[in-house]
């Protein structure tokens, strides 16, 4: 019997203090860690083929910056040393890469982040810029963040003298901080590229309209060059609904237009926030391009073109989301990334006692009129969630935002009701 002299590398990669996937050319005996990351200070984990085993002693920290070696040891003693090297990437040219999606996190905040419990009504918005998950409840307290890698809680960002009533992210790395302002009051825009900066007015209008306005923004492009922010107006419970947004148009870095969009003539309106208020999202930095928007008990994405009109819808009543009256449809986000726009859109639950929990779904709508199809680049509908007690506020949002080089896109969400926070990550790496 002759032990055999076969030993490859099956996988490897870093696995503390996070996720690095390691690509094996075995021809050239190498394993490429495709990434501008640090990467100094990892812990590692590799699989040898059958039969072999690894030499190294993997868990000890390297700096893996610096090029390492791992080994594989044949039955027979012969030993296979691959050289470890983390090398910089190139762009695939759209999108994100299928294979390299990722789950980061998905845990119940209220005891490990110390969120308010279901029960209490908070209007939540997201966003990510400066390496960090900002969570804001709209209460009047300062925001939170978190490590985006990880979910742990790193402290309160800066806020100043400002009141939050809602936040969000650009695609230039800045952080939208909004004031609530009630019929006749006055909301405000402030900006700011670091959570420990205190951010700087942007813009502030008047709100000559009849209904609230500030629980909830979104943003496409760069608000240093050229972006769309928008502003949902919410209803006012037993007393009106309404149609009505905002929009703050930048260019050169500069704001050059405000005005308030009434939607009522294309027979849409909404309620109170943060249950049955809309989120209206622009679908690109020019704001010709219109916007989408979806919201309960509706259930049904709409694409408003420049001109005004409905130009596409989804139905999310549909089989293939199964969105009836017991999930809240109002949750939406909408970035570019890499030559493609992405609609984020998050189902959330308004009863997860009844095993109703929330579903993830990403659309590729680079071309807007595209949703109508449903089809989905990256879905969970199968989120696992952890409050089951009774229904609470179904409040929740979903953010997206890229790395600043530019390589990683990363998706998160919380759903206030169901009890849970989570995030995703892909990448446009070329492998």
């Known amino acids: ?3 055999s002299s076969n030993a490859k590398a099956m996988t490897f990669k870093l696995v503390d203090p996070y996720l690095v996937e390691g690509f094996i050319n075995d021809d050239a005996k190498e394993i490429y860690l495709f990434t501008t990351d ?9 699989v040898a083929s059958a039969h072999a085993t690894v030499k190294e002693d993997l868990t000890v920290k390297k700096n893996y910056n610096d090029e390492q070696v791992v080994t594989m040891v044949a039955h027979d003693g012969t030993e296979h040393a691959y050289k470890i090297i983390k090398k910089y990437p190139t762009k695939i040219p759209y999108g994100f890469r299928q294979e390299s999606v990722r789950q980061l996190f ?7 982040l110390g969120f308010p ?3 209490v009504t908070v209007n939540p918005t997201l966003a990510y810029a400066d390496n960090a998950l900002v969570v804001s409840m709209g209460d009047g307290n300062a925001p939170v963040y978190l490590d985006p890698l990880t979910g742990v809680k790193k402290g309160e960002i800066n806020v100043g003298s400002v009141v939050v009533g809602s936040v969000t992210n650009d695609e230039g790395g800045n952080i939208l901080i909004t004031t609530h302002a009630d019929a006749g009051g006055v909301c405000s825009i402030y900006r700011t590229k670091s959570v420990n900066t205190a951010p700087e007015l942007l813009h502030s209008f008047d709100n000559a309209t009849d209904v609230p306005v500030g629980y909830h923004v979104k943003v496409h492009g760069n608000i240093d060059t050229e972006a769309v922010i928008v502003l949902t107006h919410e209803g006012v419970a037993g007393v009106t609904e309404t149609s009505k947004y905002t929009k703050v148009v930048v260019s050169g870095g500069a704001v050059v237009s405000s005005e308030t969009i009434d939607l009522a003539g294309l027979g849409l309106s909404w309620g109170a926030a943060p249950t049955n208020a809309a989120k209206v999202v622009p679908v690109s930095a020019k704001a010709e391009d219109g916007v989408m928007l979806c919201y309960y008990s509706r259930n049904i994405i709409s694409y408003i073109n420049g001109n005004g009109a409905i ?11 199964g969105a009836n009256g017991n999930y809240n449809t109002n949750v939406m986000e909408a970035k570019s990334y890499n030559n493609a726009t992405y609609a984020i859109h998050l189902i959330t639950s308004h009863f997860p006692m009844w095993g109703v929990g929330p579903k993830l779904s990403v659309f590729d709508i680079t071309s807007p009129t595209s949703i109508k199809d449903g089809k989905t680049v990256l879905a969970n509908h199968n989120i696992e969630w952890y409050q089951t007690a009774a229904a609470g506020c179904a409040a929740a949002d979903v953010v997206a935002g890229a790395s600043a080089d530019g390589f990683k896109i990363y998706i998160f969400y919380y759903d206030h009701n169901a009890g849970v926070i989570g ?8 492998i």
């Not at 998905?106 to 490990?112: A, D, H, T």
């Open 1 to 3: 019997r002759v032990k």
């Open 38 to 46: 640090d990467l100094n200070g990892f812990s590692a984990e590799a």
């Open 106 to 112: 998905n845990f119940e905040p209220v005891s490990r």
């Open 117 to 119: 419990e279901y029960t």
């Open 311 to 321: 130009a596409a819808e989804l139905d999310l009543g549909s089989d293939a989301f």
């Open 423 to 430: 995030g995703y990550v892909a990448d446009c790496i070329d």
